[in-house]
């Protein structure tokens, strides 16, 4: 089983903000984003490709909820 990661900049694109802002949506009280699963210096955090997906389907319900 291959495990896909990505990292900081991977999801800064991802997302088109920076890695303050992942960062700071870290620390929400309502639906925060996941924490890197391997943590290094700078910017070379790794997140799980599954952690992300489940936060990403929690956001949509989320918003679509607020809608």
Known sequence: ???VYF???DLCERYRCS???IFRRMKRDTNPFPAPCIKHSGACNLWDSN???AWEDREKKR???AA
Do not use: E, G, L, V
Request: glycine content about 0%; charged content about 25%.
């Open 19 to 21: 890695s303050r802002t």
């Open 1 to 3: 089983m291959t495990r």
């Open 51 to 53: 952690d992300i997906a």
């Open 63 to 65: 918003t679509n909820d």
């Open 7 to 9: 990292s900081t900049h």
